[in-house]
DNA sequence: CTAAATTTGTCCGTATGTATT
DNA sequence: AAATACATACGGACAAATTTA
């Protein structure tokens, strides 16, 4: 059995319900031990995950302290526990929102390597054999126009719809909705799209993507 | 002194140069405490951090073997550490180019409680004593119309800019830049950019949006 | 200002449980 | 079935930094 959980639910429950609040100084490990009868072996291990998190600090001489981001981490913790499961419904609506937005900011700062990539992406998924080595090449074109941004920030949130896209039903939905046709339809989108932002074109740009995006909706969820 | 230093340097070392490859097998715990003098609580302590960092993997009954990936992650660590900062230029560039966008989508999505949070917000910055209060309301209102979108996906996209903001110069910069003068101009774009919101005017909320971060950008960032 | 007490940081040796070989 | 090897836990000791008397 684990032995740590007792005392780990204990602070966690008591920072949650600001018994300890911010600046609030723990017992010292050596009352844990006492208090919970477990060696301090298990009070550092419990005290170390914390600090990991965040949620407290500890101080030689001194003791134990809660942080003073402690609630926001604790309540951000548990958004990122429902983070990850994210709809294809939810990430495409999301991505309608702010896909056209990062292709207005890409006309303004991609280079000449940026276009060659892009157009590199677009040769290769016209040239793949199986419908699995195209979406490869999909999504690397896709990267490659967020990577155009120049902006670290932009690359995150990319990220951040890589990750949504690989945990879920997303994959399925996709094999299933990739016709010939509308694979055909998705590469003269994709060449239209990389034209427009070639071509400086702010409101073009934004249209084709917009464009481009309600049909990869349309087929992937039906509306 | 911290004895466990040889044994981390030596794997580390021994994976940088190749003489331990994916798939390789480590001597057992009980041979490292021989071989280095050390106890096996500290043994542990190492190929604790290795296993955290995906590196190693450890099979009860069977040994500690070096993981698939771990010349990669080995090299991609260098370049991972200087990564995760963001600039506050480069995040402003980024808010300015989603920001409105998120601001359409929540005129789509936001309900009359939303609005409510809202106002609670401006008023509670507007009454705030010190300028450490009025930024408080001031993150807290642009988090309330970016939840007010009812996306998860917008939410992580928020929580991103959170940590960006939190981690840097960000804090000082913005202290040393909110004179009353500002703080007052601030407070009526937020009730106007929230007024446009609850009017469900998709143009002039996107342009109040804008206008408002390039305000914020320019006192920032002299911009 | 000094010295003692307090508290975290690090390390050690041992024992028992559990999964693999 | 036995040996091997990691997982977990305990209690003790000393060092280093801080607080207190």
Not at 21 to 29: M, N, Q
Not at 57 to 70: C, I, L, P, W
Not at 108 to 131: P, V
Not at 143 to 172: D, K, P, S, T
């Amino acid at each position: 059995m684990d032995t740590s959980q007792p005392l780990r639910d204990t602070i966690i429950e008591s920072l949650r319900s600001g018994q300890l609040r911010a600046g609030d100084r723990l017992p010292t490990e050596r009352a844990f031990c006492e208090q919970y009868r477990i060696s301090r072996t298990t009070v550092r291990k419990v005290l170390q995950e914390l600090k990991e998190r965040e949620l407290i600090s500890q101080t030689v001489g001194s003791g134990t302290y809660v942080t003073e981001h402690a609630a926001q981490k604790l309540a951000s913790m548990a958004a990122d526990a429902s983070a990850s499961q994210i709809s294809p419904a939810v990430l495409m609506e999301a991505r309608l929102a702010l896909e056209p937005a990062i292709v207005e900011m890409v006309i303004g700062n991609a280079t000449a390597a940026d276009f060659e990539q892009m157009e590199s992406c677009c040769a290769k998924a016209e040239a793949a054999a199986s419908n699995e080595e195209f979406e490869v090449w999909d999504g690397l074109l896709h990267e490659r126009i967020a990577q155009a941004a120049h902006n670290a920030f932009v690359a995150n949130v990319f990220a951040l719809m890589n990750q949504a896209r690989a945990q879920g039903e997303w994959g399925m939905l996709k094999k299933r909705s990739l016709t010939p046709e509308r694979r055909l339809a998705y590469q003269q989108e994709h060449r239209a799209l990389v034209q427009a932002i070639k071509n400086r074109d702010p409101a073009l740009a934004r249209e084709r993507a917009t464009e481009h995006l309600l049909h990869v909706r349309r087929n992937l969820l039906n509306y």
